[in-house]
């Protein structure tokens, strides 16, 4: 070799699987993942949800064994979403105490206690006969502050019902101060707020919609965030901090890696991002079809969510990757 040829060689780091794991820059721990996951109220057997291959909406006691092979697996938490029976202009079933999502809280808890953060999503959208996150005003708008208060309300009964976590994604103005507040006036200063920061009103929620049941007519284009817009996701950063968030999320992830970076860079508090349905779902179809490798994908997909710098990541995949990476 000519005597000017550089002596550093870069690719003396990347010669072995040893060598590139002892230099890997970035790592996914089991202990960072969050499982979501559906309980419907009508069913006596796990429904298959068609466009989400391996997941289900879940029995009461389908979801009992589901969040104790996520606790074996070394998951570090679970988001329930629940599927009501019945639906109504204003969500009563998530307000009710013995509605199908605080039944599974107080399910979950029982069977898993500590070993698993058990999270609930803290929104109307899976119970109004509308599909909305809100309750509507006469002009068929969300109604913000009217929304305010049936969060409050919801808060303190998933605190009554044993939550470690609520999850408010409806993107209200405000939402996290009011849940704040209700949790501490109603003595449950325990319970913690993952705010739901920046949630884009995303084309890749579909899939998530026929999970739920979703009722939605029209879209959520007022409340979520613009896809056009990150600087505005830093300005909901500021908000949720001042209001007391807990844990702050960007929701979707990896279509949003670069707003994830940004708020990452600037919270004094965890960064968590939702690796979101529509995203799942292509990673599948992908894979079903031949295109690409699915284990090593799913891998892929979950380092470069981490590695813009989510310390917590909700996935679909969250027990089958603990249990590749663990």
């Known amino acids: 070799m000519p005597a000017e040829f550089p002596s550093v060689r870069p690719r003396r780091l990347r010669t072995t699987p040893a060598v590139r794991r002892l ?12 499982l979501p996951a559906f309980v419907r109220e009508d069913i006596s057997e796990p429904n298959p949800i068609g466009s989400m291959p391996g997941v289900v909406q879940h029995t009461r006691d389908s979801l009992r064994r589901a969040a104790v092979e996520a606790a074996e697996a070394g998951v570090g938490g679970i988001m329930l979403f629940g599927l009501p029976e019945l639906k109504d202009a204003v969500g009563s079933e998530g307000t009710n105490p013995d509605g199908i999502l605080q039944r599974a809280i107080r399910d979950v808890v029982a069977e898993v206690g500590d070993e698993l953060v058990v999270m609930a999503d803290l929104c109307l959208d899976e119970f109004t006969d509308h599909g909305h996150c809100g309750v509507l005003a006469e002009d068929g708008s969300v109604d913000n502050d009217a929304t305010l208060a049936r969060y409050a309300e919801m808060a303190v009964v998933q605190a009554e019902a044993g939550v470690h976590m609520v999850g408010p994604s409806g993107m209200m103005d405000g939402q996290i101060g009011v849940i704040r507040r209700a949790l501490e006036e109603a003595g449950h200063q325990d319970v913690a707020v993952l705010a739901y920061t920046a949630k884009y009103a995303s084309a890749l929620y579909g899939p998530f919609r026929e999970a739920v049941n979703s009722s939605l007519k029209g879209d959520r284009k007022s409340y979520q965030q613009d896809p056009a817009n990150a600087r505005e996701a830093l300005r909901e950063l500021e908000l949720d901090l001042a209001e007391g968030a807990d844990l702050v999320m960007v929701k979707p992830a990896m279509l949003y890696l670069d707003v994830l970076r940004q708020v990452a860079d600037r919270s004094p508090v965890p960064v968590a991002a939702y690796q ?21 994908t799913i891998l892929e997909t979950l380092t470069s969510i981490r590695r ?13 990757a603990a249990r590749m990476i663990g």
């Open 23 to 34: 230099v890997a820059e970035t790592r996914v721990h089991p202990a960072e993942l969050i």
């Open 276 to 296: 979101i349905s529509g995203e799942y779902a292509m990673v599948e179809a992908a894979a079903a079809n031949g295109w690409i490798e699915r284990e090593r």
């Open 308 to 320: 813009a710098g989510a310390e917590q990541i909700l996935t679909y995949w969250a027990v089958e």
